[in-house]
T-cell receptor, first 114, second 112 residues
Framework: KAGVTQTPRYLIKTRGQQVTLSCSPI?????VSWYQQTPGQGLQFLFE???????NKGNFPGRFSGRQFSNSRSEMNVSTLELGDSALYLC?????????????FGPGTRLTVL | DAKTTQPPSMDCAEGRAANLPCNHS???????VYWYRQIHSQGPQYIIH???NNETNEMASLIITEDRKSSTLILPHATLRDTAVYYC?????????????FGGGTRVLVKP
């Protein structure tokens, strides 16, 4: 079975622009979570989607948004980019997203904001 | 969320067992302990998880104390490829879904 895939792997943007990152979960997985990793803050939870609905959200500003499609693929969008948004963005998928499900991570998208 | 405490770093000799401790003294009865590791700039890799009993798989063993306030991840025969940051996580499941709360992890360096 193919793992979680994320595109693009690397991205360079400038301040004020917006960016969309894509995540394809493992086949059959319906829950997709997004995380941001920076050297200063570590790995932080952004949001989780299940069956096209956001059901959990971390403490991030409204510039960070996401959605999930009927095939469970997910996208996250960051508008009005700031320098501090430079990070590794990780997507993780699990079967149903409950406490007995294991989350499997993709390789991440490295975003650099100049 | 139950907080976890791990030593920031540890060294291990290649071929020896690596024992990684984790404290989670505020864990509640229905929270699982998960271990992930992250090799430089890659996505975290799932290792093992458990609730009360000790668990073993092809990668590692997980020993959870009877009071569940701490656990130890054991890599039985560490190799150079086991050099990574290891995260101990208490899994919170709420009615609104679930999330993983990562702490600082333990940076493990396996030396030849």
């Amino acid at each position: 079975k193919a793992g979680v895939t994320q595109t693009p792997r690397y991205l360079i943007k400038t301040r004020g622009q917006q960016v969309t990152l894509s995540c394809s979960p493992i086949s059959g997985h319906r829950s997709v979570s997004w995380y941001q990793q920076t050297p200063g803050q570590g790995l932080q939870f952004l949001f989780e989607y299940f069956s096209e609905t956001q059901r959990n959200k971390g403490n991030f500003p409204g510039r960070f948004s996401g959605r999930q499609f009927s095939n469970s693929r997910s996208e996250m969008n960051v508008s009005t980019l700031e320098l501090g948004d430079s990070a590794l963005y990780l997507c993780a998928s699990s079967l149903m997203g409950d406490s007995t499900d294991t989350q499997y991570f993709g390789p991440g998208t490295r975003l650099t904001v100049l | 969320d139950a907080k976890t405490t791990q030593p920031p770093s540890m060294d291990c000799a290649e071929g020896r067992a690596a024992n990684l401790p984790c404290n989670h003294s505020t864990i509640s009865g229905n929270e699982y302990v998960y271990w992930y590791r992250q090799i430089h700039s890659q996505g975290p890799q799932y290792i093992i998880h458990g609730l009360k009993n000790n668990e073993t798989n092809e990668m590692a063993s997980l020993i959870i104390t009877e009071d569940r306030k701490s656990s130890t991840l054991i890599l039985p025969h560490a190799t150079l490829r086991d050099t990574a940051v290891y995260y101990c996580i208490v899994r919170v499941a709420t009615a609104a879904g679930n999330k993983l709360t990562f702490g600082g992890g333990t940076r493990v360096l396996v030396k030849p």
